[in-house]
């Protein structure tokens, strides 16, 4: 019983709440004290039933107050409707305690009740029979209204039908959403099955024909009577076998349909009821932005659109903290004073929007003002004071990149701390929230005109929009929301710099690293011209995941592991594909940190040079090794510039891990270099057995006999000095050694 007087509670406080702010801007709508006498009239009678004396005492006191506001005897300002809500406040911290609790709340919060119950009878003093008239008035006033609001619950008889309602736990229900799942992909099983059936017919179909080709090919030959009798017999079972399985197929296609259709709308059904209306969870909102503007002296309204949305009900949930941050925000730095607001030609009272609808098959939440929004000039100067970049890299930044600092940890652009604001505690819990349920958020600012954050979502958590990639023979998804773009890249467009292949994507160099190495799964050469790469990350940290193929988009049912596994290492949830085999679903945030913690261990290079092999048929592939980028990139391009293919080592060490894992028609490396130099370098290929053959160039600043002697003899095939480099020098020497680019 308790339980339900809580929910009771709930629901009513949300009504009242909601009437006293409509009343609080429009005073002379006085069809909404209907409205809220009723709804303190109903909570009495629930507090009744549950034994709560006090709860009836404060319920009584709201319902004498409404009254006598109808009567024209009280008028509800500013001060008696913060009076009111504290009585509001009050019974819901009574729902909320416990049973064996209650008592005890209300020894320790008797004075404050009755201080409240006396403050509020002196508003309506000097009505000497008001207390004992208002249940029969309210009583009277509720059977003679035909209009009663539809969404306030009444007490039913015992003859009439009671209310279809069950209350049922999250697992219970989260359990029946994954069995309507399974019950969904077993219908799709049908499918593949019915074809698989329709070939059999037409099998059969050819058994006739060729059945009836050879009764035909031996009828000259004047068979026995019994011969052709066989024959017959044999043409009549398969010409029955063939209606029969017809007849089956027939039943089998309408079953199919019947059960998809039926499948289908179980599920949809029982993911119906995880949804909930987005006004349920944004109901307290008003209130809150009501009591903080008060708090600042601001005029502020709350405007909420698309209360009737559906929302995921866990979503709605945690969407409950970040969008108090963002309304927060919204009203302390978004909304100006009064004075401010008139002075720029706006009204007194700011407005701040909050709206959730669907769009593009994602759910889209709007949070916005008409506020002075944010200079992004301002903003610039800001970033560069908190030395988070340097002034020369903020002023080519875009619009959109220096709002992106503002959901940093810790980033504030105000200049003092409240109890409020000014910590720079918010938005970053905002991003991470939304992250979290494979959203975004996208902020645009108009300076002047006010702010505006949008929060892009999936309509549910129970179902995701993948795309379904291929790893070594086996498919992944990864959520369609986390994907900044998918392609197939040439493998002409892929370079190379200090040992790691990119590619450029718009303004941005890519770094690609293999999907087989994140995974820890058999490394393979990948076949084709091209390479398929999902890009992920955020603009500050974006790397190229290589796959074996792209396999198309995909709606999956989200199931979670067993939670006896605990965190799979890049793994998030699985599903189940349409034939009933298993697909897991990655963990993108976390295979970036994976790929982050490879490229500062240094363990990405060797291995990726053995998954992507970006030589063509006929290219030749050369390794210049030097502890200059200048020089590096000098022979690279020059290189590259006539065909062949070339990659680059920073020093000795880098170089002869390289040449192990890779596979090269020549080496170009300098002498003077750290960890391994030239010399030593060359001694090592030209004592492995694998790797001597390949011919090893040496280019030296070093321009004396000897130190040519020393390179010969360490098994070096040519000796160029950079005092005589030139590009003609260079590539003569490369087609002396290996020839042409391409053979």
């Known amino acids: ?44 009678g629930a507090a009744r039933i549950v034994n709560l ?95 009663l609001d539809a969404t306030l619950p009444t007490v039913s008889s015992k003859n009439e039908t009671p209310s279809q309602a069950l209350r049922v736990t999250a697992d219970s ?53 019994r011969a052709q009798d066989q024959m017959n017999e044999a043409l009549g079972k398969v010409t029955e076998c063939r209606q029969f399985l017809s007849d089956r197929m027939m039943d089998l296609e309408m079953f199919d349909r019947r059960s998809a259709n039926l499948s289908h709308r179980l599920y949809q059904e029982v993911l119906q009821c995880r949804m909930r209306p987005f006004g349920d969870g944004v109901n307290r909102f008003p209130r809150m932005v009501r009591d903080l503007a008060r708090s600042l002296s601001k005029e502020i309204k709350l405007e909420v659109t698309g209360e009737y949305t559906q929302v995921d009900r866990e979503i ?6 970040p969008l108090a941050h963002l309304l927060r925000n919204a009203v302390d730095h978004g909304c100006e004073m009064p004075e401010e607001r008139q ?22 939440i709007i949070v916005s003002d008409d506020g002075p929004g944010v200079d992004p000039e301002k903003l610039r100067e800001a970033i560069v004071q908190k030395r ?16 992106e600092f503002l959901l940093l940890p810790g980033f504030t652009m105000k200049e003092t701390v409240t109890e409020i604001s000014g910590r720079g505690v918010g938005l970053d819990v905002v991003q991470n929230v939304v992250k979290s349920l494979r959203g975004t958020v996208r902020m645009i600012t108009r300076p002047g005109k006010g702010m505006r954050f949008q929060l892009q979502l999936p309509l549910t958590l129970s179902v ?46 890519i770094g690609l690293v293999t999907a087989h190495q994140v995974l820890d799964r058999a490394e393979h050469a990948l076949s084709g011209d091209q390479l398929s790469v999902v890009v992920l990350g955020d603009r500050t940290a974006r790397y190229g995941l290589v796959v074996d193929n792209l396999l198309g988009e995909r709606e999956l049912v989200v199931q979670g592991l067993d939670p006896r596994l605990g965190k799979v290492k890049d793994i998030s949830s699985g599903a189940l594909m349409e034939d009933g085999s298993p697909v897991l679903i990655l963990d993108v945030e976390d295979m970036v940190r994976s790929i982050e913690k490879l490229v500062a261990t240094g363990d990405l290079d060797s291995v990726q040079r053995k998954a992507i ?112 480099f030139h590009n003609e020098t260079l590539l003569q020497a490369v087609v002396d050694l290996i020839g042409e680019a391409e053979s």
């Open 1 to 44: 019983m308790l339980e339900l007087f809580q929910a009771e509670t709930e629901n009513q406080a949300a009504i009242l709440t909601s009437g006293l702010l409509e009343l609080e801007r429009n005073p002379t709508a006085s069809h909404h004290l209907e409205v809220l006498m009723r709804a303190a009239h109903s909570l009495k």
């Open 53 to 147: 004396g006090m709860a009836v005492k404060i319920a009584h006191a709201l319902e004498d107050c409404f009254v006598a506001a109808q009567n024209g005897l009280v008028q509800l300002g500013q001060a008696e409707i913060d009076l009111l809500f504290q009585g509001i406040d009050l019974l819901l911290h009574i729902s909320k305690c416990r049973e064996s609790e209650i008592n005890k709340w209300e020894s320790d919060h008797e004075t404050q009740i009755n201080r409240f119950l006396s403050s509020l009878a002196g508003k309506v003093s000097g009505q000497a029979s008001l207390t004992e008239s208002a249940p029969q008035l309210a009583l009277k006033n509720i059977a003679g209204d035909k209009h």
């Open 173 to 225: 229900l989260n359990r029946l959403l994954g069995l309507a799942g399974e019950s969904l992909v077993e219908s799709r099983w049908l499918h593949p099955f019915a074809d698989s059936m329709r070939r059999l017919k037409r099998l059969q179909f050819d058994l006739t024909k060729s059945l009836e080709g050879l009764r035909d090919t031996l009828e000259p030959y004047q068979l026995s009577e």
């Open 316 to 321: 709605l949930e945690r969407l409950e903290a």
């Open 343 to 364: 002075r720029a030609g706006k009204p007194a009272e700011g407005t701040v929007h909050l709206e959730a609808r669907h769009g593009g098959g994602m759910l889209l």
């Open 388 to 403: 988070l970049i340097a002034r020369s890299v903020a002023e080519k930044l875009s619009e959109m990149e220096l709002l």
């Open 464 to 509: 995701l929009r993948a795309l379904l990639l291929e790893v070594a023979g086996e498919p992944y998804a990864i959520p369609l929301a986390q994907i900044v773009r998918a392609l197939k890249i040439p493998k002409s467009k892929i370079n190379t710099l200090e040992g790691r292949n990119y590619f450029t994507l718009g303004d941005q160099q």
């Open 613 to 724: 092999d970006v030589e063509t048929k006929r290219s030749k592939r050369i390794l210049a090794i030097d502890d200059s980028l200048t020089v590096r990139e000098l022979e690279r391009k020059l290189l590259a510039s006539h065909g062949y293919v070339t990659e680059v080592a920073v020093d000795g060490m880098d170089g002869w891990n390289a040449v192990r894992t890779g596979n090269y028609d020549l080496v170009i490396t300098d002498v003077d270099m750290p960890r391994m130099d030239g010399i030593e370098l060359a001694t090592l290929i030209k004592k492995d057995p694998k790797l001597k053959s390949i011919p090893v160039m040496i280019v030296s600043y070093k321009d004396r006999e000897e130190d040519r002697m020393r390179g010969l003899e360490a098994g070096a095939d040519y000796y160029l000095t950079k005092g005589s």
